[in-house]
């Protein structure tokens, strides 16, 4: 009598859970105490730190106060937000393909009924959704504790300010994902981890920093116009484009340079090259969100193209 035996069909998200479980709980718990250090810094420590600042206000002499932990703690965890993508780029790089490609985990699974494009495709889906949903979270809370001292001028960054612009809003989150896609690219290309990691750092510095670098242009700007005595309208309202100076026949030109102590002295320079005040391009305020939402669809764009490589690059190898 003979015994006939069924293998059990391959269930590549379990396997790719247990395969990244120990990165999974990391990640899960920084986002948790990520998340309690925001809540609280947006909490207690934005109170006492409003309250130092009224009592500062208040004060008629020479006054010192304690904003407590507050002012520290908050420039930590917005470094920790700029940083965030690149913690993800260590990992994609290591662990989401190359550490299976460099091993021959990879062919082992392709010969186990999971085809290479269901392979490829769950390592980058669960990842993906866990990225999301751990930075997103982070990103409310870290715009919540922003927002505690909206009131109190002097404790609250400026809304422009890089570090402060980015770990408010999605492009955290897309550049994140970005680093993952990248990360999934390098390591089938590549096929060895140390390198792997390497390049999928690299290519998230340039991601960002390329990111950052197009990001005024990719909404159209306020134009403002003021005399010389109150100087740029942008220079600390917002993301400044470009300045200069408004000539009789309202061309825009470059500011020429004056050297003078005195306003009085360079405004007779300017009169000489024929200008009439100063102007500047900018984005205020209300542009915030529309140039974190079209940053953000260039970044997920990008995300899109390396994920599509990473499939064409896969397909190619294993025919």
């Not at 900018?282 to 390396?306: M, R």
Request: hydrophobic share 50%.
């Amino acid at each position: 009598m003979s015994t006939l035996t069924v293998s059990a069909r391959p269930r590549p998200a379990r396997w790719t859970f247990r395969l990244h479980r120990w990165a999974l709980f990391v990640w899960a718990a920084l986002v948790l105490a990520g998340s309690g250090l925001l809540l609280w810094v947006g909490g207690p420590l934005a109170d006492t730190a409003a309250r130092a600042w009224q009592e500062l206000q208040a004060c008629q002499v020479a006054c010192t106060i304690d904003t407590g932990n507050y002012d520290p703690l908050y420039e930590l965890l917005t470094e920790a937000m700029i940083l965030l993508p690149f913690l993800v780029a260590v990992w994609a790089g290591a662990a989401l393909t190359a550490r299976e490609t460099e091993s021959g985990t990879a062919a082992l699974a392709w010969t186990q009924g999971i085809t290479p494009v269901r392979w490829l495709a769950v390592r980058l889906a669960l990842p993906a959704a866990a990225v999301t949903a751990g930075a997103s979270l982070l990103v409310a809370l870290h715009r919540y504790a922003w927002q505690a001292t909206a009131n109190q001028v002097g404790l609250r960054p400026a809304w422009w300010l890089p570090r402060t612009f980015h770990a408010n809003g999605p492009t955290t989150v897309a550049v994140c994902l970005a680093a993952l896609a990248a990360g999934a690219l390098t390591g089938l290309l590549v096929r060895r981890t140390v390198p792997s990691i390497g390049i999928t750092v690299a290519a998230t510095v340039v991601l960002y920093a390329g990111a950052h670098w197009l990001m005024p242009y990719l909404w159209p700007p306020v134009t403002r116009v003021n005399g010389f005595e109150r100087g740029y309208a942008g220079e600390f309202a917002g993301v400044e484009v470009a300045h200069g100076m408004v000539t009789r026949s309202g061309a825009h030109v470059p500011t020429p340079d004056c050297t003078a102590g005195s306003l009085i002295a360079c405004k007779r320079l300017y009169a000489q090259h024929g200008g009439t005040g100063l102007f500047s391009e900018y984005h205020p305020e209300s542009h915030y969100w529309p140039l974190q939402l079209t940053t953000s669809a260039l970044l997920l764009a990008v995300t899109a193209l390396l994920t599509a490589a990473s499939f064409a690059v896969l397909r190619r190898r294993t025919g």
